[in-house]
């Protein structure tokens, strides 16, 4: 389920992009403003809206550590704006001035890439706020850009409907019609695609355009093969034209925008439909999901923003699926393994295991051996308390291939409840869980990151009953095996 929990209306034009860093939101439009709000209540910060560009504000985007806001203009104009004052940082002119219609940081933070109205790209040097590189497409205006993950290619849209492949050194790598009427948005997954021919790394990148049509991309950048984009499969539930596209951050659902007003929520795995959302007035402009928590926000040539909370036990860890409300153990991240580590109270050790790599079937896998010679995790004490948690996640897996009742589980540490204890969120956790939570000065809901309104943990006894009785049911099914 998806539920609309806020509406921002405090632009004056139309809402022409939204983007979210992992505490703010910011929303920018044809009023020549930029709004920053907190996620905590969707209050505006305190020195919003920023003010500088003299003509509409087309894009706005965060740079990946969330301490920079771009936001590009009619004006010709790309402003880095400092997020924690809202301090103007550079104000960056594109050559010839033309409109600027689209602007992108690259993964590292260390470029930034303005497109324009008359084809010209720049990659700007962020650290010097120089211009490193620059080029332009043969027809049509910038309106569309996207890093890759891994950050070696970029991909820019044009009106003519062109799709382009750039390496970080402005080369043109490849170039195809996407779209018939011109490409409107475009953006890249996450998460890296298997298969293909022996060698190849595959990137998935979604297209949308005037011709009312979604489309899924995959990128290959294998040596071999040179830079490959081929076609996978076209999303449909629109009408009319899409204006915007975005992945969520796992890469297992795709949001888009369209002058039909609606919002669709599409499952990548099925291809299905998941949600439709037809509370905007006016065309849909623009679309972004959160990272880390559920909540998307969607901008409106209706001047609003809607913000849409996810039902956690359908987004948990951001999967989109009806059916999977959590991720087995075994295909966790590396930052799930991150968070589960910081709910045993093993922060400490988190900067190891991302040093190695270490996701949910290496985690499953480690020994005593392996978390002394290959972790070189020193401490006796910190090793055991390690392995026994691993133990216990081993033993929850084998739970779960039992069919453990998902409400019976812990949000937080995904195992299977002992003391079940309701919140003032209305969700219920492991008592010593959400205490460990609320020790660390956390004041927000696991579930929605929302303030919780007390600390109070009453226990939920009728749930308690209802573990017990499963329990046993499992216990006398198992004897009879």
Known sequence: MVKLIHTLADHSDDVNYCAFSSSCLATCSLDKTIRLYSLN?????????????????????????GHILASCSTDGTTMLWNTHNGQTLAVLKQPRG???????????????????????????????????????VKDGSLVACAFSPNGNLFVTGSSCGDLTIWDDKMRCLYNEKGHDLGVTCCDFSSQAVSGGEQGSRYFRMASCGQDNQIKLWLISLADLLGCVLKYECTLNGHSAPVLACAFSYDGQMLVSGSVDKSIIIHDIKTGSILHTLTQHTRYVTTCAFAPDIPLLATGSMDKTVNIWQFDPKQHCAGSGLEDEPKRSIENWSEEEVSVWLCAQGLKDLVGIFKMNNIDGKELLSLTKHSLTNDLKIESLGLRSKVFRKIEELRSNVDSVSLGIPDEFLCPITRELMKEPVIAADGYSYEKEAMENWISKKRRSSPMTNLPLQSLILTPNRTLKMAINRWLETQQKYNETT
């Open 98 to 136: 033309s409109p600027v219609r689209v602007c992108r940081f690259s993964p590292d933070s260390a470029y930034l890439v303005s497109g324009a109205a008359d084809g010209s790209i720049v990659l700007w040097n962020v650290q010097s706020l120089k211009l490193y590189r620059s080029g332009s």
């Open 41 to 65: 209540n969707f209050t505006e910060l305190p020195y919003s809206p920023l003010k500088g560009h003299t003509y509409a504000v087309h894009c706005c985007c965060f740079s990946p550590s």
